[in-house]
T-cell receptor, first 111, second 116 residues
């Protein structure tokens, strides 16, 4: 079956670095996405990894290890506005493309 | 700017009413769109895959007669919640992507449905 695990909540301090982990077990893996979702709003795209390694995009970086079924999202120089839920999502192709979402990690950034 | 438009953003109606939600891709054609449901502080739950010109593919446990999906054109999919009841109250979100596996989902702003 399809399964995606990530921590429920994390707390970090403004200006610090935080790493949000995600492990997955899926068939027909076609890549992994990270999305940010503020309360009451739709998710917005942050990053996409399909090959092993680190993808850096400004303050955000995402890492993927396909052999370990593992990814993380790294947020640097945290700002208060980074308080949100971060969704790990896997693109699969088993009888058609679809994206499966993890439950999300709620990040609280404190001053 | 937004690439996926979803309307209405909020609906409050009486039990027994049917509610239609529209999802439009604004600057690309989408042969496939997705409908999700999200409960407070929970993740997105995929309800169904909307396929242009053919029947939608529903996820296990989702009632196809309850949640009618129509994808009549390459830029429009609609979700109709038929005879809605309070337990159908939720946040419904649609998404679409350009037809490549490495393209992210672009989400509509969501529809908050409240059934009294």
């Amino acid at each position: 079956g399809q399964n995606i695990d990530q921590p429920t909540e994390m707390t970090a301090t403004e200006g610090a670095i935080v790493q949000i982990n995600c492990t997955y077990q899926t068939s027909g893996f076609n890549g992994l996405f990270w999305y940010q979702q503020h309360a009451g709003e739709a998710p917005t795209f942050l990053s996409y990894n399909v090959l092993d390694g680190l993808e850096e995009k400004g303050r955000f970086s995402s890492f993927l290890s396909r052999s370990k079924g593992y990814s993380y999202l790294l947020l640097k120089e945290l700002q208060m506005k980074d308080s949100a839920s971060y969704l790990c999502a896997v693109s699969t192709n088993t009888g058609g493309f679809k994206t499966i979402f993890g439950a999300g990690t709620r990040l609280f950034v404190k001053a | 700017g937004a690439v996926v438009s979803q309307h209405p953003s909020r609906v409050i109606c009486k039990s027994g009413t049917s509610v239609k939600i529209e999802c439009r891709s604004l600057d690309f054609q989408a042969t496939t769109m997705f409908w999700y449901r999200q409960f407070p502080k929970k993740s997105l739950m995929l309800m169904a895959t909307s396929n242009e010109g053919s029947k939608a593919t529903y996820e296990q446990g989702v009632e196809k007669d309850k949640f009618l999906i129509n994808h009549a054109s390459l830029t429009l999919s609609t979700l109709t919640v038929t005879s809605a009841h309070p337990e159908d109250s939720s946040f419904y979100i649609c998404s679409a992507s350009r037809d490549r596996q490495d393209q992210p989902q672009h989400f509509g702003d969501g529809t908050r449905l409240s059934i009294l």
